[in-house]
């Protein structure tokens, strides 16, 4: 479990983890606690002298939210891994499976969530990933967290989904990868603020994982950075062409998961307009990490604003509006193999 200044909310996962209905209470548990300032610390002390199977790491510095994930799977000693978040909540009535898949020793990697925010009837590998992007919501076979994996996943904290390079090696480098997918979530996802008063802002949790760190020496890169921008970068890390594609096309970080791609290129670009002040290296970022044939997509949405005539993006094309009534057509999914939804 991994943790920062969070220590209300802690103490209730922790509550959750130790429980008597928990099925977990007597597996080891290591909390890392990334030098918090809050009382955590005596906290986990106080945790820790009636649990003997709980250990606490307490580091001497902070060295960030996607760092200590990563020390997380490196610390991993035993045949699975599963790293929590310190402000989730469980339903352990799904547990029974995702046990009895754990037992059949068949599964390298074994999802705790089924569908999060959105719910696919049949999940495609794109799905998959957005799944795995919420870090508790996969157990991990840990020889699949190789020297080389690791490395990787280190090169890619500042991108926010470093923990994705493990789970799409396994579900699409590895060939042969077998997982397993509940059919409904044990982890609850919970987006409050510390005390508990109310739900994040979308603003707050975009810094969630800068936490601890000062604003003035924030690497630019590190500033800029959010979601969206993150996971297309990681996605590389996929080595068949076709099958990246499909992940990051599919992935989409945000609820309009299942309308036009065009409408999602409109959302990050107008969500880096609005939040990172249209950071030209996010733009950049972004769109020279989609796909070839989506390239063109991105870039009219970014231009949109500024372009002296209007720009239609639904149903895989892409049309330049003239005085509001003549379209010229210079996109259409369909020149690259596609099918325009609904036939």
């Given at each position: 479990?991994?943790?920062?200044?969070r220590?209300?909310?802690l103490?209730?996962?922790?509550e959750?983890?130790?429980?008597?209905d928990?099925?977990?209470r007597?597996?080891?548990?290591?909390?890392?606690?990334?030098?918090s300032?809050?009382?955590?610390?005596e906290l986990?002390?106080?945790?820790?002298?009636?649990?003997?199977?709980?250990?606490?790491?307490?580091r001497?510095?902070?060295?960030?939210?996607n760092?200590?994930?990563?020390?997380?799977?490196e610390?991993?000693?035993?045949?699975?891994?599963?790293?929590?978040?310190?402000?989730?909540?469980?339903?352990?009535?799904q547990?029974p499976?995702?046990e009895?898949?754990?037992a059949?020793?068949?599964?390298d990697l074994?999802?705790?969530?089924?569908r999060i925010?959105?719910?696919?009837d049949?999940?495609?590998?794109?799905?998959?990933?957005?799944l795995?992007?919420f870090?508790?919501?996969c157990?991990?076979r840990?020889e699949?967290?190789?020297g080389?994996?690791l490395?990787?996943?280190?090169?890619?904290?500042h991108?926010?989904?470093p923990?994705?390079?493990?789970?799409?090696h396994i579900?699409?480098?590895l060939?042969?990868?077998?997982f397993?997918?509940?059919?409904?979530?044990?982890?609850?996802?919970?987006l409050?603020?510390e005390?508990?008063?109310?739900e994040m802002?979308?603003?707050?949790?975009?810094?969630t994982?800068l936490r601890?760190?000062s604003?003035s020496?924030?690497?630019p890169?590190m500033?800029?950075?959010?979601?969206?921008?993150?996971?297309v970068k990681?996605?590389q890390?996929v080595?068949?062409?076709?099958?990246?594609?499909?992940v990051i096309e599919?992935?989409?970080?945000?609820?309009?998961?299942?309308?036009d791609?065009g409408r999602y290129?409109?959302?990050?670009a107008n969500?880096n307009?609005?939040?990172?002040?249209?950071?030209v290296?996010?733009v950049?970022?972004?769109?020279l990490?989609?796909p070839?044939?989506?390239?063109?997509?991105?870039?009219?949405?970014?231009?949109?604003?500024?372009?002296p005539?209007?720009?239609e993006?639904r149903d895989?094309r892409?049309?330049?509006v003239?005085?509001?009534?003549?379209?010229?057509?210079?996109?259409?999914?369909r020149?690259?193999?596609?099918k325009?939804?609904?036939?």
């Open positions: 479990m991994v943790t920062y200044n220590r209300r909310a103490g209730h996962t922790l959750r983890v130790l429980a008597g928990s099925p977990v007597d597996c080891e548990i290591t909390v890392l606690d990334n030098c300032t809050d009382g955590t610390r986990l002390a106080s945790v820790a002298a009636g649990h003997p199977n709980l250990t606490a790491v307490n001497r510095r902070n060295i960030g939210g760092a200590n994930i990563v020390r997380a799977f610390s991993a000693s035993r045949k699975y891994i599963w790293v929590l978040c310190d402000d989730d909540d469980f339903d352990w009535s547990w499976k995702v009895e898949a754990l059949s020793d068949a599964y074994v999802f705790t969530v089924s925010a959105r719910l696919a049949s999940p495609d590998i794109g799905y998959l990933a957005f795995a992007g870090v508790p919501g157990i991990y840990t699949h967290i190789t080389d994996v490395q990787n996943m280190y090169a890619m904290i991108t926010w989904y923990h994705c390079v493990l789970s799409l579900m699409c480098n060939k042969g990868g077998v397993f997918r509940p059919d409904c979530d044990v982890v609850i996802r919970k409050e603020t005390d508990g008063s109310r802002t979308q603003e707050e949790n975009d810094k994982l601890g760190i604003e020496l924030l690497h890169d500033r800029r950075m959010f979601w969206h921008v993150g996971f990681v996605a890390i080595n068949d062409e076709a099958e990246r594609a499909k599919r992935a989409r970080f945000n609820e309009d998961w299942a309308g791609f290129c409109e959302y990050v969500y307009r609005e939040h990172f002040g249209g950071s290296k996010n950049f970022d972004f769109m990490n989609l070839k044939s989506k390239r063109l997509v991105f870039l009219m949405a970014v231009l949109r604003p500024w372009l005539l209007f720009v993006l895989g892409v049309e330049l003239l005085f509001w009534k003549a379209k010229i057509r210079v996109w259409d999914r020149w690259f193999g596609g325009a939804k609904g036939r």
